[in-house]
């Protein structure tokens, strides 16, 4: 039974479907159910009755208008009821209009691949209800001014979080990614997005990258004595790659705290790199020679990725939080995110997946043998004297993370279907 809903609206405009799923939904608990045979139907039935639907079940292909243009109409008039997206269609065009509907701040549970079944159902009516609308996305906010950075970096303001990067095997900590946290005057922190295309327009990467790496170094050293050794993760901008200085201002770093540069892994932005010629590609390769891990970062959301992957040595893939989150359930994401994780093994590249927020992405990851993981389901980033405290938690979770199996259908062959 799924509580809190008394009363639902379909959309549908086949009637054998709408009798299917208003069979479903009374199976569930729903005591009104009520049907509309196309999307402006849908509407004047919200207008006459008396108090909104607790949910609504849309077909997207529709007579008159379709469940596009209903979700639409239903932002156009502000009428807040949460949905389910069911449809025959392809999952890729199914995930167009979830994230559309979600854009735009609208409670969608899920978008589900027609002829539902109880169970299905079931969770995504569920899901619907229990997460919190979405944010409509807004203008972004306005970058942050230079000056006012520059002393920041100078004054040494800028503070180093850590967000753990675990062995998705055996669940394990290998490493974290550096983060460079900006502390606001007025609370909380200032964000990167704000914060880092300044730093790159304005000549002050230089400075910050360097004053992040010292931070990281450090406390890298202390762990190390400790016990606790990691490798770190560090975001490399694109326009250091043409200084020829720059092998030489990590090594004295790396040197200067006792470090290997193999402890160390430089990650850079896939997109960042499309034209990368001349010194860019000889401080790589010169990097790669040192001993520094070089990471693709956000791979699969640029044009270039094969290209890049065949010039560049790198060692690490990281696939892009965009292709992980929700895989599960997406079977359209599911191939993108098993042909990634295959070809970083083909291809002697460690595997590393952002952006895991469930368990069941985790189970997923580990089913497809992704090698290590980062994301809010292991631990958000941190300052490091945190970091003891969130390892005694996540060896609680072992258990329950090593035990997690994965559902999403596969052939016997491995492929996805």
Not at 233 to 260: F, T, Y
Not at 314 to 326: A, N, P, W, Y
Request: aromatic share 4%.
């Amino acid at each position: 039974m799924v509580a809190r809903i008394a009363s639902l609206l379909i959309a549908e405009d086949s009637k054998v479907q709408r009798q299917h799923l208003a069979s479903l939904c009374h199976e569930l608990g729903v005591q009104e159910v009520h049907e509309a045979a196309n999307g402006a139907e849908a509407l004047a039935l919200l207008g006459r009755l008396p108090r909104l639907p607790d949910a609504m079940l849309i077909d997207l292909e529709m007579p008159v208008m379709d469940g596009v243009e209903l979700i639409q109409h239903l932002q156009a008039r502000r009428l807040q009821v949460p949905f389910v997206i069911a449809s025959m269609r392809e999952s890729a065009l199914l995930t167009s209009v979830l994230e559309m509907a979600r854009a735009h701040g609208h409670r969608v549970g899920a978008a589900l691949r027609k002829p539902l079944s109880l169970e299905p159902l079931r969770g995504a009516l569920l899901a619907c209800l229990e997460s919190p609308p979405e944010t409509p996305r807004r203008t972004p906010a306005p970058l942050a001014d230079p000056q006012a950075l520059e002393r920041a970096i100078h004054a040494g303001e800028l503070q180093v979080h850590y967000q753990p990067k675990v062995d998705i095997r055996s669940g394990l900590i290998r490493g974290a990614e550096v983060l460079a946290r900006w502390p606001d005057p007025a609370g909380g922190f200032i964000a990167p997005d704000r914060f880092i295309p300044v730093a790159e327009e304005h000549g002050l990467i230089h400075a910050l990258t360097l004053s992040v790496l010292e931070q990281a170094c450090a406390q890298a050293a202390q762990w190390k004595a400790k016990g606790l050794a990691l490798s770190l993760a560090v975001n490399l901008s694109p326009q250091l790659l043409d200084s020829q200085a720059l092998v030489g201002e990590l090594g004295e770093v790396v040197n200067r705290h006792r470090l290997r540069p193999e402890e160390l892994v430089l990650e850079i932005t896939e997109g960042a790199l499309i034209s990368s010629e001349g010194l860019a590609l000889g401080t790589l390769a010169r990097l790669r020679m040192h001993g520094y891990g070089l990471a693709i970062d956000d791979y699969g959301t640029g044009f270039s990725s094969m290209q890049q992957l065949s010039r560049i040595p790198f060692t690490e893939l990281k696939i892009d939080r965009s292709f992980v989150h929700g895989a599960h359930a997406d079977e359209h994401l599911r191939v993108l995110l098993h042909s990634a994780i295959e070809m970083a093994a083909r291809l002697g590249l460690t595997s590393v997946a952002e952006g895991m927020e469930t368990l069941e992405d985790w189970a997923l990851l580990r089913r497809y043998g992704c090698n290590m993981g980062q994301g809010w389901l292991i631990g958000k980033a941190m300052p490091a004297a945190e970091l003891p405290a969130w390892l005694r938690q996540h060896r609680q979770r072992l258990p329950t993370l090593r035990a997690a199996r994965s559902t999403a259908p596969i052939t016997e062959h491995g492929a996805l279907r």
